[in-house]
């Protein structure tokens, strides 16, 4: 008898404390603007360094990338009704096969930096507790400036974003246009292939520049 | 990632579209949104047509003004074609203004004004654009966005050849728009079809890359475009009435 009640006192302080620990770090680390600032500082410092190789700035630039994306969530968000169309080893396969498309597609230009600074403006709560961070690209020499707004989510006490706004053109809503029309021409198979076959092209371009 | 929005944003610009200030586009109402059975599809009942003449432009682009564009990126540096930019785009700011005050915003009006008269002067003709260094930012308006936030809905969405994307408002837009920038400055007719293929093809060269990269990453091209139009159009409106015209919460929270 005792022993367990000590137990059980013992595991009761330890989540207590766990909680409180969790409560903190939730307050201070994960703050929306934090997780963007910390995103878009960290991806300057990777595309700053000239003595990587390519490949390899891409290797951290996805990792870094994925750290601060919900990327099951932004899948979810992409294929919105049609995401029960698809059987669940079809919806891992989806997932794996979009996060291939994105990286190929925006990890092409990186070799690309031009001094780009980005400059947090606002953040927004949204009605359903989701928030925006608004944010300004500059790149300078009269060149016009970029707006872009990240939505994040807390998951878990996590801030991670959701969705990447573009002057104005959400990216969830205009990848899920196009997927629902190639849901909607034939099907999941028809959607899979159509995305594997994009894929396969950005990665033979890649190679051959 | 920006670049390809910017590349799928862009094309709103291409050929006369150009005309428009910024990517500048348009845009269907909540009720047609909801017709469509989807918060990110455009109404396009004429689909078919709208597809055939997507087809066109994009033709015309690859075969004609993307050379003109490559071949005016190699002549001309680039700082260069955004000063012929910004200066053609200073001799809009009266229009801009004007826009701005039939949509019931005075201060902005006085900003496009303000900005008109100290880059045409200080800025030379519009060549430098002093005023944003001032903190007098460029307002993106146009006769669409007007109609727009006048209550005037969309129609259906609409591609034209030798035009970007439009809907029916934005395309009555579209011709006031290219009417009342001309008419201040009585231009004889080949003067400003002459400033009009010199932006067009001077404008295409700054957004070589984008359009590429749009083009080649996309699945499929005319609805990611059709997309981006009608988002950024709702936007640019949405902004003027201070108000978003369409509940964003769904996009976020409908997954089932």
Redesign the interface.
């Known amino acids: 008898m005792m022993p367990r009640i000590c137990i059980s006192r013992r595991t009761s302080l330890a989540a207590a404390v766990m909680t409180a620990v969790l409560a903190v770090s939730a307050a201070v680390a994960t703050e929306p603007a934090a997780v963007v600032t910390k995103l878009a500082d960290d991806v300057i410092a990777v595309l700053k360094q000239d003595d990587l190789s390519k490949a390899a700035k891409r290797e951290r630039l996805e990792r870094l990338v994925l750290a601060s994306v919900d990327f099951d969530t932004l899948s979810?968000?992409v294929?919105?009704?049609n995401?029960?169309r698809l059987s669940e080893v079809q919806q891992g396969e989806f997932k794996r096969e979009f996060k291939r498309h994105l990286s190929a597609?925006?990890g092409?230009?990186i070799d690309n930096y031009q001094n780009e600074t980005v400059h947090i403006l606002s953040t927004r709560e949204?009605?359903?507790g989701?928030r925006t961070v608004k944010s300004r690209?500059s790149r300078g020499?009269?060149?016009?400036d970029?707006l872009?707004d990240y939505?994040l989510?807390q998951h878990d006490g996590e801030w991670k974003i959701?969705?990447?706004i573009?002057?104005?053109?959400?990216?969830?809503?205009?990848f899920?246009?196009?997927?629902?029309?190639?849901m909607s021409r034939g099907g999941p198979d028809h959607l899979l292939s159509?995305?594997r076959k994009?894929t396969a092209?950005?990665e033979a371009?890649e190679d051959a520049v | 990632m920006k670049r390809i929005v910017m590349g799928l944003l862009a094309v709103g610009l291409l050929v006369p579209g150009m005309a428009r200030a910024e990517p500048g586009l348009g845009a269907p109402a909540p009720a047609e949104a909801d017709a469509s059975g989807s918060d990110v599809t455009e109404w396009d009942p004429w689909e078919g047509f709208n597809r055939k003449m997507f087809w066109f432009n994009e033709k015309l682009d690859v075969y004609v003004l993307e050379p003109a564009g490559k071949g005016w990126d190699w002549v001309l540096p680039d700082p260069l074609q955004r000063a012929i930019r910004r200066s053609l785009l200073n001799f809009r700011e009266p229009w801009v203004m004007t826009n701005d005050v039939l949509q019931g915003k005075i201060v902005a009006g006085g900003n496009d004004l303000a900005r008109f008269l100290t880059n045409t002067t200080v800025g030379v003709a519009g060549v430098f654009d002093v005023a944003a260094h001032w903190g007098l930012e460029r307002n993106d308006e146009d006769f669409g966005q007007t109609l727009g936030v006048w209550g005037v809905g969309p129609g259906p969405y609409l591609v034209m050849p030798l035009a970007g994307p439009l809907n029916i408002r934005d395309g009555v837009g579209y011709g006031v728009d290219t009417a009342a920038r001309v008419w201040p400055f009585y231009a004889p007719f080949l003067v400003s079809a002459g400033v009009t293929t010199l932006d067009t093809v001077n404008s295409r060269s700054l957004i070589l890359d984008e359009i590429d990269e749009a083009r080649k990453a996309s699945l499929d091209f005319y609805v990611g475009v059709r997309n981006a139009y009608g988002q950024r159009r709702r936007r640019q409106i949405a902004d003027s009435r201070e108000v978003d015209t369409y509940d964003a919460e769904d996009l976020y929270f409908q997954t089932d």
């Open positions: 979810r968000l294929m919105a009704r995401w029960t597609t925006y092409r230009r949204e009605v359903r989701d690209i020499g009269g060149i016009e970029v872009v939505r989510r959701i969705d990447f573009i002057e104005g053109v959400s990216l969830v809503a205009n899920r246009s196009q997927f629902q029309e190639l159509a995305l994009k092209e950005e371009r």
